[in-house]
Structures are given as structure tokens and as C-alpha cells.
């Protein structure tokens, strides 16, 4: 499974972002996808995810209200939509899969290459 994400950008605080993530497999038949993210200095953390059956979405505390995690199983692709945009949500976001997990993908099976998220204040 290879994951390609991409819709990393510069923003004003604020601001909105749209990263994709894409799949190279049928990897939402059995796959719980998610976003995790990794500012410098800092170890990395979870973002949103989508459990394995598509049924059960979670956020960290720090992004509810704000980020929107969705998929599109036609085109192989997750999307986090990302509102209201504060500069601590800087870091380099990456796209991961897990096989039949939860949405927290407590263990991940693939990683993507990261993609640039940077929030001007």
C-alpha cells in the first residue's frame, strides 16, 4: 500500500486548508485511515481518523470543531478539511493506514510522506 498526500500549503491564521491523502490499492475495503502530524521539536500525534468499516470518526481534542476528516472510496482518497487554522496546528502532517483498525489507528501499518502545514499568525 502506498500513500501519496498532498495540500500542504502557507496560511494566515485563520485560514482554511484541504490536505488529500491518496491510496494506491482498494485500501478502504479493510483499512481505518487517519492523519497524524509532527511539529518540530515534538514527537508525532494524532489528528482524525476513520475506523476500518467507515462507521466511527474521531478527533483529537485539540482540532474538534475545527478539521473534518472524510474519504471518498470511489476515488481511493481521504481528505482533512482543515477550518479555522491557529498557528500550533503547524507541523508536517501525514496520512497512515491501519488493517481492521479503530479510529484512533492505534497501530499503524503504512505511513505516507509528509506534507507542510504552516499557519502564519
Known amino acids: 500500500v502506498q500513500l501519496q498526500a498532498s495540500g500542504g500549503g502557507l496560511v494566515q491564521a485563520g485560514g482554511s486548508l484541504r490536505l488529500s491523502c491518496a491510496a494506491s490499492?482498494?485500501?478502504?475495503?479493510?483499512?481505518?485511515m487517519g492523519w497524524f502530524r509532527q511539529a518540530p521539536g515534538k514527537e508525532r500525534e494524532f489528528v482524525a481518523g476513520i475506523n476500518w468499516s467507515g462507521g466511527t470518526l474521531r478527533y483529537a481534542d485539540s482540532v474538534k470543531g475545527r478539521f473534518t476528516v472524510s474519504r471518498d472510496s470511489a476515488k481511493n482518497t481521504m481528505y482533512l478539511q482543515m477550518n479555522s487554522l491557529k498557528p500550533e496546528d503547524t507541523a508536517v502532517y501525514f496520512c497512515?493506514?491501519?488493517?481492521?483498525?479503530?479510529?484512533?489507528?492505534?497501530?499503524?501499518?503504512?505511513w505516507g510522506q509528509g506534507t507542510q502545514v504552516t499557519v502564519s499568525s
Open positions: 497512515a493506514t491501519q488493517k481492521y483498525g479503530s479510529s484512533d489507528l492505534g497501530a499503524v501499518d503504512y
Open positions: 490499492a482498494r485500501t478502504f475495503s479493510y483499512y481505518a
